[in-house]
């Protein structure tokens, strides 16, 4: 199914987009969407539960790269940042540094971009005291995003570098915002693009192969471009090249992109003179 069918039907019916990719699920797949709908609202409770126990905490990871980032950021008053963004960034890094402690997450679509849509989520729930009926609206439109990409693409790093992980949470959660504002199923295609275009080339280079540098400070960048992007398709600004011809640009990137950017702990930053010496130390630490 591509996103452009899906706004199809809406021009054809007097569905809400989020009706619409729980009929199209039940189409593909023989779920009754009402047990569909019942699954996602429980993944939408684990994330809200989530995000409020684990806000600005501190975490002991595997290999202490990361763990006191949210905690952080929670405890100093921001400079630019609206509330806004300032909450949807602490529960993305939360998210992304309880991940990487083992903790309970969401991966949505992945575990190492497990903080993007939680992000945005419990911003809608905590500072704009979202309805949590149209909150869950909102997020079956951001899972019909992830699903595009899915079917049509790729969610793996391996396959497809970060922007496969991280660009298309980014992507889901725009949707997400978008469509939590406006019901506007096209700019919700024009929110997921541009967030998507934004990411686009993003490497898969974690150090050590561990999902902590840089994963977790990406889900703190990227819940704010996520953040923008809807901004800009709320206030009209449209996506020149429409979303599925994104996604498949995004899979064609991700195909040329060579082996050591796709998962493998050897290119990019992984490949740095201070990552090595990082790896090195790990190594000899557990080794000792």
């Known amino acids: ?20 990719i729980l009929a199209q699920e039940m189409i593909e797949t023989g ?20 995000a409020e126990k684990n806000f600005g905490k501190r975490f002991e990871t595997l290999t202490e ?18 509330e806004f963004n300032y909450v949807a960034t602490i529960v993305a890094l939360s998210m992304g540094e309880s991940n990487a402690s083992m903790g309970r997450i969401v991966a949505c679509p992945t575990a190492g971009s497990c903080g993007v849509v939680p992000g945005a989520a419990y911003a809608l729930w905590k500072v704009e005291k979202a309805d949590f009926n149209d909150l869950l609206k909102a997020f079956i439109v951001a899972s019909g995003i992830g699903n595009v990409v899915a079917k049509r693409a790729t969610l793996s790093g391996a ?18 915002l978008t469509y939590y504002y406006s019901k ?16 686009m080339g993003l490497v898969c280079d ?13 889900n703190g960048n990227a819940v704010n471009v996520a953040i923008a992007s809807s901004e800009m398709a709320l206030a009209g600004i449209e996506s020149v090249i429409p979303f599925d011809e994104v996604v498949e640009a995004m899979y064609q990137v991700g195909k040329a992109l060579p082996e050591s950017l796709r998962e493998t702990g050897i290119g990019g930053i992984a ?11 790990i190594r000899n630490k557990w080794n000792s």
Do not use: H, W
């Open 159 to 176: 396959a497809g570098g970060c922007q496969a992980e991280i660009g298309t949470a980014t992507a889901m959660a725009s949707g997400l």
């Open 65 to 82: 790269l990361t763990g006191d980032n949210a905690y952080k950021l929670a405890n100093v008053r921001p400079k630019m940042m609206s």
């Open 206 to 218: 974690p150090v050590g192969g561990f999902v902590e540098v840089p994963c977790v400070k990406r």
């Open 271 to 281: 490949g740095t003179k201070s990552a090595q010496e990082i790896v090195e130390k």
């Open 31 to 50: 779920r009754d969407p009402e047990k569909v709908k019942e699954y996602l609202k429980r993944l939408l409770e684990v994330m809200i539960e989530e």
């Open 184 to 199: 506007d199923p096209v700019k919700v295609g024009y929110a997921a693009a541009l967030a998507l275009k934004a990411l």
């Open 1 to 20: 199914m591509k996103f452009s069918e899906l706004l199809e039907i809406c021009k054809n019916t007097e569905l809400e987009l989020s009706e619409i």
